[in-house]
């Protein structure tokens, strides 16, 4: 079916399409949740990813959902005879090898169903195929930006950076003259080590994923908005003149998977989320800012000696804590290792992770460092441990160290028994983590700030409305 548009429509419907990797598809739906339930805005929503996708951040905002959006389940591209190689990018370079032609399918479908031409194309980055959809139909082409900041300066400019690397690094001496810090020119932030996988070998440009965000800096000024997922008030300056030198339509909307501020708890009956992990129950029972709580996101995976290193180091500290651990990862926990902690303890397959971080037992956030676990920190003034593995996970992680001062990264990269302990120990209990806790309970209150009514992501939000709203 061929999909069109009509501007004599008085109701919108906007095809919203999403990357159904890591933490992705839920911060896309958190603005579609915004878009819908805005009252200017006459609109229907269809929201597509895979059903797996789906079936996820749907059943987590299911009591929240407004009426007017819809999921529909798009093909992942992964063939039923296909073997997996191991490579970490290869289940999401099948579904962007397959995505054009699934959600062109999808997309027939949600016009047929709803009887309404599509009005708006909103899409995650990732789907650049969009751009083509958009302009086959003559429609606004919104692209929504995950990540921090940083790693779109990288992206947008990574050309410059492949130069600037190969010929000469510019280099300044930490503060103990041990090393030498590498750093990319305009956003001292940004270090050469911290850098993505990807962007200084070329050759590794030919992935699907890696060449689409190697070509942001041609894709990007072709899109009617770029949205931010991220608060204005918290860019550096250099940052933030950089980026908008050249992306001038960028809009800065905060942090997506969050609403600020948050809504009421409820009082009965209690969450699915909390009957099945029993987290908040737990929580209620321990001292304040006593529990550390583990979480590495949905890619993310511990190596085993790693693994065992956590619990040691769970054990010997006497520290409650609640640990997010997905598959069948519990298995290969040390032996009697769960016996041994008893009630002090809970390990869990999902834990409502922003219930967590907001409640007053919660002390630490022992975290990947993906975007959406570092904002949900920021924003429940909540300290980290940081142990990066991928992606944008290093400079996330060297943002909260060192820029924000809100954190500290495990040494030498990697987990260890001694270094958990010493870092549980710093943040819990001694003064370095006190003012840690100040650093980040002052940005929860700038983010607070910038989330309200005089704040810059009002004002884009309303922008935004306007190119939904074809006004």
């Known amino acids: 079916m061929t999909i069109s548009h009509s501007e004599s429509q008085r109701k919108r419907h906007c095809a919203v399409l999403a990357f159904p990797f890591g933490g992705h598809a839920r911060p896309l739906l958190g603005l579609v949740c915004r878009l819908a339930q805005a009252s200017m805005l006459d609109a ?58 699934n959600m062109r399918k999808a997309m027939g479908v949600a016009v047929a169903e709803t009887g309404m031409g599509i009005s708006c194309l909103i899409s995650d980055v990732f789907l650049s195929f969009s751009g ?37 690094l510019t280099a300044i001496p930490d503060v103990n003259n041990e090393r030498v810090h590498r750093v990319i020119p305009d956003v001292p932030e940004v270090l050469v080590e911290d850098l993505p996988e990807g962007v200084l070998a070329p050759g590794d440009l030919e992935s699907d994923l890696v ?48 609403s600020l501020p948050p809504p009421p708890k409820p009082r009965s009956p209690p969450s699915e989320a909390d009957i099945n992990s029993h987290c908040i129950s737990w929580l209620e029972r321990q001292k304040p800012r006593s529990v550390a709580y583990i979480g590495f996101g949905t890619l993310a995976i511990l190596p085993e000696n790693e693994l065992h290193a956590l619990a040691e180091a769970l054990e010997e500290s006497n520290v409650p804590y609640i640990w997010s651990l997905q598959g069948n990862s519990k298995e290969k926990l040390p032996s009697g290792f769960l016996e041994r902690i008893g009630a002090r303890g809970i390990v869990v397959s999902w834990a409502p992770q922003i219930e967590v ?29 940081c142990r990066p593995f991928f992606g944008d996970h290093r400079m996330n992680g060297r943002i909260v160290e060192e820029v924000w001062e809100i954190g500290v990264r495990v040494e030498g990269g990697a987990i260890t028994k001694k270094g958990v302990l010493k870092s549980l120990q710093l943040i819990l209990a001694d003064q370095a983590g006190k003012e840690m806790r100040e650093k980040v309970c002052a940005l929860k209150e700038l983010v607070q700030v910038a989330a309200g009514p005089n704040g810059r992501a009002a004002e884009d939000f309303r922008t935004l409305l306007k190119i939904v709203s074809g006004s």
């Open 132 to 168: 083509e959809l958009a302009e086959e139909m003559r429609i606004p082409w919104i692209l929504v930006w995950i990540s921090m900041p940083y790693p779109l300066y990288v992206y947008t400019n990574i050309r410059l950076i492949q130069q600037i690397c190969s010929n000469s």
């Open 44 to 101: 229907r929503f269809s929201f597509f990813s895979t059903a797996r996708s789906n079936q996820l951040i749907f059943s987590q905002v299911e009591n929240n959902l407004p009426d007017n959006i819809t999921a529909y389940d798009v093909e992942d591209g992964t063939p039923s005879d296909h073997a997996f190689t191991g490579n970490p990018h290869e289940p999401a370079n099948l579904f962007l090898g397959a995505a054009p032609e």
């Open 357 to 385: 971080l907001a409640h007053s037992s919660t002390g630490v956030f022992v975290t990947h460092c993906g975007s959406n676990s570092v904002y949900e920190s920021v924003a429940n003034g909540m300290p980290m441990i």
């Open 211 to 258: 060449g689409i965000l190697g070509n942001l800096g041609a894709l990007l000024p072709r899109a009617s908005a770029i949205v931010m997922n991220f608060y204005h008030e918290l860019d550096p300056t250099a940052l933030t003149n950089s980026l908008r030198s050249t992306l001038p339509n960028l809009l800065y909307l905060g942090f997506l998977t969050l």
